[in-house]
């Protein structure tokens, strides 16, 4: 008598039946099954009511848990129904692969997958592409031997819609004669890793067969092997192939998966394009189609789209068509992705993609019983979920949180200490509603090599605090760039890392007192003062943080000067993000209250000084307009950078009447190169933080309207197609209504305070002689609903602060 081999696809519903009606049918004493030996003491864990696939093995290097693989399985997986099926009955399931330990040992080989049937391991080291394209699919040419074109049609034809028949044995040993003829023809078909692991699963059969009889020993592996299990060889030859090999200690465990993840789309050598539609198969034996289109109309009405009975009826009558006249035994997904795009999509491959996205591949999440062995990190992270009630799910979902309540509060900061440990189960997103400090919105969604960072950041910690607290220290410490510490500080006030702080600060001190480049310096500023604000919503005493600001922002106030002086184009474009940067943050810092110790600032001369129209501003915030003053000025800094100067002084209020035509007419000047005018233009009225709105200033200000018309119809010739990008690059960045009043403003002609009346008489859109009151109110309700916003945001900041 012989052992029953059952050769598989890893994934698929129907080898999935076939295994459980063949284990029925012979019902052996002990299952062996493709997957590391180490996880046999973890095959109990499939009978717990907890365990709900689908769910993968995880096995990662106990000192670097970053060289990790992954088994996975799913609810239609033929090893799942095997393990199932021996737990169920009580009868022994063992792993009979290659050892985890030895696979794992190999350094340079990374993070690990296992290996379908003729397919190529993610993780393997190998020659690179070519070689990959060297090896040989099983599928792909038994397919093209049929006939087909399309590997999954054939599987699908001749196993997936394959009914139960009288031999439940009958499709293994076809299927291993097929493999067999190919393996006698490509040999390991270039996977030659393939000869150790199946020297390995006949030792493990030889030992089953010396404990139990031949015919009681049942092998559930990819069909690829079993011609290597029945060959013929001797115990010395296995051993010697196994001889030497690399080792290492090794953890294994179960992980959640997802269908998501097993989508050979996500990069797993051994996926299926369809998932969703391969369980949907599984757990639906009866009338598959017809409940496969019910879905999908339920789906597309969930979504608005009008789909009626008729629609499923007539998809369902269209399906079956289709596999008639493609001579198929059951409409597959191709049948019925067909009849889903004609019938219930009026042709539309859009409301398509949403069906493929969420049914035909899915968003399913498995889960693992709290026994399951996990490192102390993931532990507390589960617990921590528990109580702040912060489920990990597949689907993306957005999460708005508001920090005033405790429990949102406590969500906020997991999700940032996770961040800060490289474990990005959340990103943030912009928020819909409130921009107020108190609020924050959350992007989240988990995904299965989440589990290996959770390890992966063990090393750090056995709680997701202490371990989010070490992280941030260590950051600190081998940081390089003053930005990255200014950031990090940042992150600890978000995460709640008052223990980290103290070393951050010290670090940050120290950094801020050697790092001379002004550029750096004003990258560090915008995350300090953040912090700032984030200490007032979240109660942290921020006043060490304060004071390193308010000395930051005065060495930026003394050094941008001379360090904006002479700029190519490039340099120039980065100055003047520094700029917007400092102006928001100085607005912010000078809200705070923060001040410099030091009151040195560089004063304008008096040539400099005249026509500034000066409101007497006090604080962080006048020495700051004094600075901007002094760049408006001077004829050395790049024309981007007083362009932007000037208009954050207007914007401020700082430019006396008339002055910024005055500084337009200047910049304009004939004698200013066409280059440079333009600059100064995308500087004044380009977009930017604080310089928005430029186009309606130009509607607005019939001035400066003028002023650029009449520079820009005298540019030279040979000067034009230079400035001409930078132009479009200013213009093109306004709202399509600005653009076009200021083109019909621009055609008939603006000449000075004449134009208004011109304007009029033409019947320019935007412009009457007298005032529309009907028109005016109408915007009366809006106005009220974002003045009422803007109150209820400095409310709520009060409140929390």
């Not at 599987?155 to 097929?178: I, K, N, Q, T, Y």
């Not at 489920?391 to 900061?413: H, I, M």
């Not at 056995?462 to 500080?489: F, N, P």
């Not at 304007?759 to 007298?770: L, N, R, S, T």
């Amino acid at each position: 008598m012989k052992p029953l081999l059952m050769g598989v696809r890893h994934h698929g519903p129907g080898s999935a039946r076939a295994v459980r009606a063949a284990l029925d049918a012979a019902d052996p004493r002990v299952v062996l099954i493709e997957g590391p030996p180490e996880a046999d003491a973890l095959v109990p864990l499939v009978g717990d009511e907890a365990m709900r696939p689908p769910v993968a093995l995880l096995a990662h290097v106990v000192d670097e848990p970053g060289r990790s693989a992954f088994w996975p399985f799913a609810e239609f997986s033929p090893e799942w129904a095997a393990l199932t099926w021996a737990v169920e009955r009580g009868v022994p399931a063992r792993f009979i692969d290659l050892p985890a330990a030895h696979s794992l040992a190999d350094k340079e080989r990374g993070a690990q997958l296992p290996e379908s049937e003729g397919e190529a391991d993610e993780g393997e080291a190998g020659e690179g592409e070519a070689e990959a394209r060297m090896r040989v699919d099983p599928l792909a040419v038994l397919a093209e031997t049929a006939g087909y074109d399309d590997p999954e049609r054939w599987w699908e034809d001749v196993v997936e819609h394959r009914g139960s028949g009288a031999d439940a044995f009958a499709p293994f040993e076809a299927l291993g004669e097929a493999m067999g003829a190919l393996r006698e023809w490509y040999g390991t078909g270039g996977h030659d890793r393939d000869l150790v692991r199946e020297a390995h699963m006949r030792l493990q059969l030889r030992a089953a067969q010396r404990e139990f009889d031949a015919a009681d020993v049942a092998v559930v592996c990819g069909a690829w092997h079993v011609p290597a299990l029945r060959q013929k060889t001797t115990v010395a030859a296995d051993r010697a192939l196994l001889k030497g090999l690399p080792k290492a200690k090794v953890d294994l465990t179960w992980v959640p998966w997802t269908h998501r993840r097993l989508a050979r789309a996500s990069g797993y050598g051994a996926g299926i394009d369809s998932p969703g539609w391969y369980g949907h198969l599984f757990s639906t034996p009866d009338r598959p189609v017809e409940r496969w289109l019910t879905k999908v109309a339920g789906l597309l009405r969930d979504e608005d789209r009008l789909v009626s009975s008729a629609h499923v009826i007539e998809a369902v009558r269209l399906a079956d068509t289709l596999a008639a006249m493609r001579g198929r035994p059951l409409a597959g997904l191709s049948e019925t992705t067909d009849a889903i795009r004609a019938v219930m999509c009026d042709g539309s491959d859009v409301p398509l993609a949403l069906v493929h996205d969420k049914l035909v591949v899915g968003d399913v999440l498995g889960e693992v019983p709290e026994a399951a062995p996990a490192v102390p990190l993931q532990r507390d992270l589960t617990r921590t979920q528990r109580s702040l009630r912060l489920q990990p799910e597949a689907l993306e979902r957005e999460l708005e949180l508001d920090l005033r309540k405790e429990n949102d509060a406590g969500r906020s900061r997991l999700l940032h200490r996770l961040r800060l440990l490289g474990i990005g189960w959340g990103e943030p997103a912009e928020s819909r509603g409130s921009t107020g400090t108190f609020r924050e919105t959350w992007g989240l969604r988990w995904e299965p090599e989440l589990s290996v960072r959770v390890a992966e950041a063990g090393v750090w910690g056995t709680t997701v605090l202490a371990a989010a607290t070490a992280r941030a220290e260590s950051d600190a410490i081998a940081a390089t760039a003053l930005a990255d510490v200014t950031g990090l500080a940042e992150q600890c006030l978000l995460a709640g890392l008052p223990d980290a702080l103290p070393t951050v600060m010290r670090v940050l001190a120290d950094r801020a007192a050697l790092d001379t480049d002004v550029g750096h310096l004003a990258q560090a500023l915008p995350a300090l003062v953040r912090s700032l604000r984030y200490g007032d919503v979240r109660g942290t005493d921020t006043r060490a943080l304060g004071e390193v600001a308010a000395g930051l922002a005065e060495r930026i106030f003394v050094g941008l000067p001379p360090a904006c002086a002479a700029l190519d184009g490039d340099a120039a474009t980065e100055m003047r993000g520094h700029v917007d940067a400092v102006h928001q943050a100085v607005g912010l810092l000078d809200e705070d209250g923060a001040e410099p110790q030091s009151r040195q600032q560089p004063e304008p001369s008096e040539d400099e000084d005249s026509g500034w129209g000066r409101r007497g501003s006090s604080g962080t915030r006048g020495r700051w307009q004094s600075v901007l003053r002094v760049l408006a000025s001077r004829d050395t800094v790049a024309g981007v950078i007083r362009g932007r100067c000037a208009r954050l002084l207007l914007d401020e209020g700082q430019l006396a009447e008339g002055e910024a035509a005055r500084l337009m007419g200047l910049a304009l000047s004939p004698g200013t190169p066409p280059g440079e005018a333009a600059a100064w233009i995308e500087g004044f009225v380009g977009g930017g933080v604080g310089g928005s709105g430029g186009g309606m200033l130009l509607v607005h200000d019939e001035r400066l309207l003028a002023l650029v018309d009449a520079w820009l119809t005298g540019v030279p010739d040979g000067a034009f197609t230079d400035v001409l990008p930078l132009l479009r690059r200013t213009f093109s960045a306004y709202e399509p209504g600005v653009r076009r009043t200021l083109g019909e403003l621009v055609r008939r002609g603006p000449k000075g305070d004449g134009h208004a009346a011109a304007a009029v008489a033409q019947g320019v859109p935007g412009f009457a002689a007298e005032l529309d009151e009907e028109r005016a109110d109408a915007v009366l309700p809006m106005l009220r609903l974002l003045l009422q916003g803007a109150a209820d945001d400095r409310n709520d900041h009060v409140g929390a602060a």
